[in-house]
């Protein structure tokens, strides 16, 4: 199609703040062909769900060197076939950038942000071909800078060019044009640089020094040597977004900004900062286990439709698994505190009944239906492959801890998935855990694997956590929002409800119903108004008190429900020991499977 030393050159420049416009020119060398046909990807790796981002395509058009226009034929929602006759020719199209998230594309008065999959098409049978990337500055905003994790960069006064090696490496780096803070430090040779939108007093020192052993901690485990030279935190902060998605050489992450630490705070970390922490060392952990570690289907995906696996309880459980365990590994959380997190994250799945419905393989494989399309009844029906699949990890981790009397752990397991699949990208099978378990380690994990990922029974944690010198507890809530861990009060709920709520200015709002719950046997449904009990008007913490109290068999509830207002029976029951906490039984023995000196 194309000479072999063409060279694909696309041109990004934000051409309206106002407007949310990204304009993007793509210049092609003559070919051999009468049509070129290009396309725009309908999703992007790691977040599986068909997300059409040509829709936000508002204009293309397509030149010839004298500047005559040529045929544009849109034969799909996401494809062009270009009449070329063999000339080269230049497209020029806008895209509309307001969706604030780590997947797509935002423009604002702050900075612009953009991923590969969302502006640069792809031209068809040219996949292999390198690519030259030119970015324009904002020529109003002197203090706008440029970063992505793109090689090979040259810099001028108007612009930077990057050239990636062909389309793919292309769209998986991605684009920062703003206002922000930067911050760069070293591990072992990489060069690891901090971003931050906009201007909010963060101690980004504080943060870089933090992030350091997360760093350190997962290029010991993978070792040398290291797949990346150069890594990008890319944090785009707001008021409220949340949200992190792998690339190769970076990550794009959404988070509040005062969640984090300001200059001049005192050094405890709030639970705001210990989530960004972990979101950061989960993000990271996939540039070896996602990235580079990936399911077969995974390594050459079809952009333009759904690509299914079976193995998201591997790549997004393992990865839960460790982004926690890391901190407390590196010294930035006490085992304490770390046991309070997994107590919440088995929490989550006491109360979910989903679980005994949906296997994690059957989560993972219907990722783009359901788990990416989850309405209010999703915790009844579907199991979230990232919170099972971290505990089958930590599960597996015991297991072989224990049918080898010590001498092999996930660590180990991690480290061959590596060596085996990761350092040449050659793709996993559905059997690659099991296969290396009995290959490397001499252990069957069939059995273990059956009941836990392509059955619907818990991990069978109990049995082995005598061997880490920690017990499994439950206890009712100590509130209605109680996630879970040692609680800080004596106090319990005593009746149980079902519903979770949200305060309004009268009553409260039913978002979600639980199955066998008094909620449910008193017919409440999600988007239910209550708001009344037994003749009192109620908001969460009332409703509770109220229900605590009574002796009666049954309460009285006030409901509006689609304009109409309905008196619904509750049934009293008592709150059910649900909500999970660990007991330290030998601390010696913890530590020793922390790996952390005490």
């Known amino acids: ?100 998230s780590v997947r797509s594309a935002f423009i604002n008065d702050e900075y612009a942000f953009c991923n590969g999959t969302s502006v640069f098409l792809q031209v068809k049978g040219a996949e292999s071909l390198p690519c030259s990337l030119q970015i324009n500055t904002v020529s109003d905003k002197p203090d706008w800078l440029i970063e992505t994790s793109m090689p090979s960069r040259q810099e001028n006064a108007a612009s930077m060019r990057f050239y990636c090696e062909n389309y793919e490496e292309l769209i998986d780096h991605p684009v920062f044009i703003g206002s922000c803070q930067l911050k760069s430090f070293d591990v072992n040779g990489v060069e690891f640089v901090l971003l931050f939108s906009g201007k909010a007093p963060i101690d980004t020192d504080r943060i870089a020094r933090d992030l350091v052993p997360v760093c350190k901690h997962h290029m010991q485990l993978f070792g040398e040597p290291q797949p990346i030279s150069r890594y990008v935190f890319m944090t785009l902060l707001s008021d409220s977004g949340f949200g992190g998605l792998e ?22 970390k709030t639970d705001g900062y210990i989530t960004f922490l972990s979101l950061c060392s989960h993000e990271l952990f996939h540039t070896w286990h996602v990235k580079r570690i990936k399911p077969e289907v995974m390594v050459k995906p079809d952009l333009q439709a759904e690509t299914y696996t079976e193995q998201l309880w591997i790549y997004e459980g393992f990865t839960s698994f460790y982004d926690d365990l890391t901190l407390v590994r590196a010294g930035l959380i006490e085992p304490e505190k770390y046991l309070d997190i997994v107590a919440q994250n088995l929490s989550r ?32 029906h579907i199991v979230s492959y990232y919170t099972k699949g971290g505990i089958i990890a930590m599960g597996l981790d015991l297991l072989l801890r224990t049918e080898s009397q010590g001498k092999y752990n996930l660590d180990n397991l991690m480290k061959v998935l590596w060596d085996t699949y990761g350092r040449d990208e050659k793709g996993t099978p559905n059997d690659v855990i099991a296969s290396l378990c009995q290959q490397h380690f001499g252990i069957d ?80 449904q999600v988007n239910d108004k209550l708001i009344a009990m037994n003749g009192y008007v109620v908001n969460p913490a009332l409703f509770q008190r109220l229900l605590d109290n009574t002796t009666d068999q049954h309460a009285e509830l006030l409901v509006i429900r689609e304009g109409r207002t309905l008196s619904l029976s509750m ?10 906490y660990f007991d330290i039984t030998d601390r010696e023995k913890l530590m020793q499977w922390l790996k952390v000196d005490d």
């Open 1 to 100: 199609m194309f000479q072999d030393k063409s060279v694909l050159q696309y041109t990004l420049s934000v051409h309206s703040v106002e407007e949310h416009l990204f304009r993007v020119t793509l210049d092609l060398p003559t070919h051999d062909t009468d049509f070129l046909e290009l396309t725009l990807p309908a999703w992007i790796p790691g977040s599986y769900m068909i997300r059409d981002f040509a829709r936000n395509i508002v204009r293309l058009r397509a030149e010839d060197n004298e500047g005559k226009l040529v045929d544009v034929a849109k034969t799909d929602k996401q494809t062009w076939l270009v009449q070329t006759n063999g000339t080269a020719i230049t497209l020029t199209y806008d895209i509309y950038a307001f969706d604030l």
């Open 247 to 268: 690339h190769r050489s970076s990550t794009a992450l959404l988070y509040p900004r005062f969640d984090l630490p300001l200059v001049n705070e005192p050094e405890d």
């Open 349 to 380: 799945l006491q109360v979910n009944a989903g679980r005994f419905k949906q296997s994690a393989a059957e989560s993972s494989f219907d990722a783009w239906t359901r788990f990416y399309k989850q309405d209010a009844s999703a915790t009844n």
């Open 445 to 524: 994990v069939n059995p273990y694997l059956k009941n836990t990922v392509f059955g619907v029974e818990d991990v069978p944690l109990p049995k082995w956590l005598d061997s880490i010198g920690v017990a499994l507890k439950l206890r009712a809530k100590s509130a209605p929002d109680d996630k879970g861990g040692v609680a800080r009060s004596a106090k319990r709920v005593g009746r149980a409800f079902g519903a979770v709520t949200k305060t309004l200015e009268t009553g409260m709002m039913i978002q979600v119903v639980r199955q066998n719950t008094p909620a449910s046997r008193a017919g409440l």
């Open 571 to 580: 049934p009293i029951e008592k709150a059910a020991e649900v909500v999970c």
